[in-house]
């Protein structure tokens, strides 16, 4: 994956009938990845494949970088924290192609910290509202990996998602939650995954193959509320 570019960013008030060049820093590399600050839409972040990331305060008008990044950054996937808009998390490697992996903040861009616990390339880096949680997902080569509470100790295991789609090639990844369910969609180039065995998050493997046609896949998993009855005195 080359440094290419220029990094250009548009924009579009009339719903992409018209666009215009926003202003970005000169010698940006190719700009890959766009995320908005969950409590503010002024705020803009942008990942670029060579250049780090960006930030914008007047909603994309202007960017500049962010401080304390590696020289040549390339960034596969970004996405911000809905509960923090100063934890931010990256998959994104050096210039030299040597550190590699999940980068998360969480003062907004002053201190990175790299997290070790899942398989890399990391196609996809995406927050999903199970219940009242939010979890953080990573569609990777070995395939789906989650977090349910982001933990201290950045080099903790990574839980494998259920299913074929926790080993399958994870190309691209998307969720929502609607009406007590949440709805999984992952894109993949498809292949030959190990048959699986057994139950629960953590599948153990049998000696078989099957094979994984390319394309979209959905997941709906329905959400186990409890309600506690209420008692009046």
Known sequence: MGSTGPGLIYASTNGGITWTQ?????????????????HDP????????????????????TWSL???QS???????????????RSIYTAAFDGN???VGIFATHDGGDTWVKMTGSDYPIWELKFCRVGADYWLYAATM????YL????????TPWENARGIAGMATADGFNCTAEDGRVVYYIGTSGGTVSTLSGAGRRLATATGTQNMAGGIYRSMVRINLLYLPLIRR
């Open 148 to 155: 349910t509470t982001i933990p201290s100790d950045p080099s």
């Open 22 to 38: 926003q202003t970005t820093p000169a010698g940006i590399k190719c700009v890959k990845r766009l995320v908005f600050d969950p």
């Open 142 to 145: 070995g395939g789906l990996r």
């Open 42 to 61: 002024s705020v803009v972040y942008a990942g670029s494949n060579g250049s780090g990331v960006l930030r914008s305060n007047d909603g994309g008008a």
């Open 71 to 85: 020289a040549g950054t390339q960034v596969l996937a970004l996405d911000i924290d809905p509960r923090d808009s």
């Open 97 to 99: 192609g040597s550190d």
């Open 66 to 68: 962010l401080e304390h």
